[in-house]
């Protein structure tokens, strides 16, 4: 059985990376979190200090609805290489 990464708050917040816009009402993102895990189904990345996982597993295609506000944005070279895990993943 699958298992789903919870969001948190009351609005039930869960930190996204946005990999593809496909339309003005969808997006194609995977969930990140603050805990450390390792291996090529994950990618790490530090932002102000602290270090943040992206769930490569878990990628969803989404609403423009739950999108609450932008964090950060990562550069061109680390969204390079998470598609070439998420390639490797999917091959």
């Known amino acids: 059985m699958g298992r789903e990464i919870d969001g948190k708050n009351d609005k039930y917040e869960r930190p996204i990376l946005i990999l593809k816009k496909i339309n003005e009402e ?3 993102g995977f969930p990140i979190t603050s ?3 390792y291996g090529e189904k994950f990618y ?9 996982t992206v ?28 598609k070439l895990k998420l390639s490797s993943i999917l091959t």
Not at 44 to 52: C, S
Not at 60 to 78: A, G, P, T
């Open 44 to 52: 790490q990345f530090h932002r102000k200090g602290y270090q943040y």
């Open 26 to 28: 969808m997006f194609i």
């Open 35 to 37: 805990k450390h895990k």
């Open 55 to 82: 769930i490569l597993t878990q990628i969803r295609i989404m609403s423009v609805k739950r999108l609450l506000r932008l964090v950060s944005r990562l550069d061109d070279d680390e969204l390079g290489l998470i």
